[in-house]
């Protein structure tokens, strides 16, 4: 898999706002799709927002109308804007990439990729919500 380096993480109180950037190593294919996925302690990951190659946006239903995902082909990078953050949030955020891939179809039906044969994938990066 292709390195990609997630950063913006960290601690918010609920209701404030955090960008979460998703860079991947090396070239940039616009053909990527792309997605941000999230795991919380003892849950299953779940995909959260997707950008796929075609420009279409998906959202799960929890964050519609709060996140926005965008992508900068220039910077080669990905971004999650946060806004109005819940409790629930509070999860281990991993961007991925692939181009054979229609991350939106995981994304508004719940299902899950075979993360291990995804093109990109990143460590993550931890968003945590407390008062």
């Known amino acids: 898999q292709v390195p990609i380096v997630e950063s913006g993480g960290g601690s918010v109180q609920p209701g404030g706002s955090l960008r979460l950037s998703c860079k991947v190593s090396g070239s940039y294919s616009s053909s990527y799709s792309w997605a941000w996925f999230r795991q919380a302690p003892g849950k299953e990951r779940e995909g959260v927002a997707a950008i796929d190659h075609d420009g279409s946006i998906h959202y799960r239903n929890s964050v519609k109308g709060r996140f926005t995902i965008s992508k900068d082909a220039d910077k080669n990078t990905v971004y999650l804007q946060m806004n109005n953050v819940k409790p629930e949030d509070a999860a281990m955020y991993h961007c991925?990439?692939?181009?054979?891939?229609?991350?939106?179809?995981?994304?508004?039906?719940?299902?899950?990729?075979?993360?291990?044969?995804?093109?990109?994938w990143g460590q993550g990066t931890l968003v945590t919500v407390s008062s």
């Open positions: 991925a990439a692939d181009s054979l891939i229609r991350f939106g179809y995981y994304v508004d039906t719940g299902k899950q990729p075979n993360f291990d044969d995804l093109h990109a």
